[in-house]
């Protein structure tokens, strides 16, 4: 989610409700994510997708909503068990089940694909986002997905915008849109390298 107007002399990353630069990891705690903070990044995440301006990435956007929606169920539920993103996934693995877990794995996997789409492009100041994004495709998401989800998120990859139209609606100052979005795909790249070891720990994999 974003207020959608960004401040003079910010960015759109300034829009955010939550950023996952405000997102603590509690370090003496095994690295612990407390989930509502999380989840309201994620949320605030998913935006890009509209900043992207096709319809095509809807189904991207839907997926990831879907599964922060689950996610936010189960700590509905049991709130108490489920502060952090690894105490409701371990109580609910308890309670044999395992939706919750399921969905915070795919989401890692959708939160992974902008990621490492967003930081190729960052890093190859001449590569144009559709490049970039098919790239991440390949190595995030493409390997789960079925034969007939691949040529949906194929043609997403083909409808992003250029990327001189793409970077000039993140913010009017090009430097501090650059340092901005490099800090806040740092931090999302340290969580998604947390969750992705703590799932797999915990045998979460499909």
């Not at 409700?17 to 690295?31: E, I």
């Not at 007939?148 to 501090?176: E, H, V």
């Amino acid at each position: 989610m974003s207020t959608g107007q960004i401040p003079p002399g910010g960015t759109y990353l300034n829009t955010l409700k939550r950023s996952f630069t405000d997102v603590p990891v509690q370090a003496d705690n095994g690295n612990a994510i407390p989930t509502t903070e999380f989840l309201e990044a994620a949320e605030s995440l998913v935006s890009i997708f509209d900043v992207l301006g096709s319809a095509a990435f809807s189904p991207v956007k839907s997926d990831m909503l879907g599964n922060v929606e689950k996610i936010r169920q189960r700590f509905l539920a049991a709130p108490t068990e489920s502060e952090t993103l690894q105490d409701l996934v371990n109580n609910e693995q308890k309670a044999k089940e395992n939706k919750a877990g399921q969905a915070l794995l795919w989401l890692v996997r959708g939160l992974e694909f902008t990621c490492k789409g967003l930081a190729n492009n960052v890093a190859a100041a001449d590569q144009e986002l559709s490049t970039s994004f098919r790239a991440a495709y390949d190595v995030t998401l493409k390997p789960h997905h079925s034969f007939l989800i691949k040529p949906i998120f194929s043609a997403a990859m083909s409808a992003c915008p250029y990327r001189k139209d793409f970077y000039t609606k993140l913010g009017d100052d090009q430097d501090k849109v650059n340092a901005q979005l490099k800090e806040y795909l740092a931090a999302l790249e340290n969580f998604v390298n947390i969750l992705k070891a703590f799932l797999d720990s915990k045998g979460i994999k499909k």
